[in-house]
Each structure stands twice: as C-alpha cells, then as structure tokens.
C-alpha cells in the first residue's frame, strides 16, 4: 500500500525532479554506509570503500550546484543609541498632541 502511494506522489513530480530525488537518497545511503563504517558498526572491505567513493563522487557532481547570494557594502553604518528622558504624563499628552 505505502509503495502504490509512493509511485503516485512520484508521478505527480517531473521525470528530472524524481531523478535528483533518487540521487540524494542513493547519496544519503552511500553517507550513512561510510559513516556506519567509521564508527565501527559496520565493516567494509577496501572494495566496497573504492565503490562507495566512485559512486559518490558521481551522485555529488551530478548535484545542481547551490550559489550563494551575499551582499556587500562599502560605507561606514553608524547607530544611534539614545535613552528617552522620563517625562511626566503631562510631558507625555503634550508630545502626543503636536
């Protein structure tokens, strides 16, 4: 039943949108084996570590790449910080009223 509603949220998506889904997630797998295998739960062979690099390499350079925006300035930004003076309620209601 969870595959049959898979398949059709899947199909609603484009053929290219699935196709980088399936790459992340087979990146996301490949991740998870290595790090697995880095903390020692998990025992790979020198074979299966090479595969793993290739296959990686791959999904990574198949990604989209992300650009970063940044905004830069030249100028000096000055910040003015001042206390109110306490005013009484009479202060205040004439402030208010000009």
Request: glycine share 4%; aromatic share 2%; hydrophobic share 40%.
């Amino acid at each position: 039943m969870a595959a049959t509603n898979k398949a059709k949220s899947l199909s609603v998506l484009g053929k290219n949108r699935q196709e980088e889904i399936r790459e992340k997630i087979k990146a996301t797998l490949i991740v998870n084996k290595l790090q697995n295998h880095m903390d020692g739960t998990l025992e790979l062979t020198a074979t299966q570590i090479s595969a793993a690099k290739i296959l990686l390499d791959k999904a990574l350079s198949n990604a989209p790449l992300i650009t970063e925006n940044k905004t830069e300035h030249s100028g000096t930004v000055n910040h003015i910080v001042a206390k109110r003076p306490k005013l009484t309620r009479e202060e205040w209601l004439k402030t208010l009223a000009k």
